[in-house]
Structures are given as C-alpha cells and as structure tokens.
C-alpha cells in the first residue's frame, strides 16, 4: 500500500511541476514578443520637429 501512495505522491508531484514550467514559459514567451515600447499616439496634430 505504501508503494502505491508512493508512486502516486511522486506523480503527483511530476505533473505539478511540469505545469508550472509551462506556464512560466508560456508567460515569458508573451512578454517577449510584446513590444517593449509602444508608438506614438496619433493626435491628428504635427510633430514638433527641430
């Protein structure tokens, strides 16, 4: 009976952590393909320029 109860802490624990490295992967891959500065907003008004 402990083997089982073993076995299945030990399972348990694989898949926890196997989804928690994917979702930290999936949450660093988003940030990287967002910009990192967005453009400028359009006021209809023209740029000051020197």
Do not use: C, F, V, W
């Not at 940030?31 to 500065?37: D, S, V």
Request: glycine share 10%; aromatic share 2%.
């Amino acid at each position: 009976m402990t083997k089982k109860l073993h076995a299945k802490t030990i399972a348990g624990a694989i898949g926890s952590a196997a989804i928690a490295a994917a979702l930290l992967y999936a949450g660093k891959r988003k940030k990287r393909n967002e910009p990192t500065q967005p453009g400028p907003i359009p006021s209809g008004e023209n740029p000051e320029t020197d």
